[in-house]
């Protein structure tokens, strides 16, 4: 789908009146971007014989960047399906009891799939902005300013998905589930709080 479109394309149908893509495709991209802006730096770092005492953890955290990125790009369009299964659920007819019940099991599915996508979301930013904290004190100086983009990407991505699992949660009728899943949101928090910042404040140490 949008991944094998133009920015441009993907830009128009973000700003249009219709409802997809919407805030958690965009999360997504953002999640995807800060992944991409970690590997980058890790590549430039890599390879390089003035970092050779930090070359493993370089082509570690590459590896870590490449596969959230990835992650992170599938989620783009998987977020745009989910919001349109719940959609078609929406639709079903409602005229009997029976019909009430299955539209009610299928909407509460598809609900349950739409906070699932935003939270692993949320685990990959999380990931990603880890990545970003051990990278910018390892990484060629020269591309440190891109870690700091890493982690302000990462960042948006988390808590444009965030909102994407609460919206959904407040909709959920599982009990248990909703309470596993903000109890795991407020940890994710809770580990991340502050990480961004202390990226961005060694970042602009190193480049003056």
Known sequence: MYLEKSIAHYL?????EIPTPGGGSVAALA???GASMAAMAANF???REKFQAVEGEAVRLLAESE???DACAAIIDEDIEAYNGFSEASKMPKDSDEQKAERTKAMQAALRR???VPMKMVRLCAAQLAVANKLVDIANPNLVSDVGVSAIMAE???QGARLNVVINLAYLKDAELVAQTRAELAKILDETAGIRKRV???V???IG
Do not use: R, S, V
């Open 12 to 16: 128009k149908d973000c700003k249009a």
């Open 31 to 33: 999640g995807a971007l």
């Open 45 to 47: 770092t890599k390879g």
């Open 67 to 69: 596969k959230i990125m």
């Open 114 to 116: 739409a906070m699932e």
């Open 156 to 158: 948006a991505g988390l």
């Open 200 to 202: 961005l404040e060694k």
């Open 204 to 206: 602009l140490q190193k």
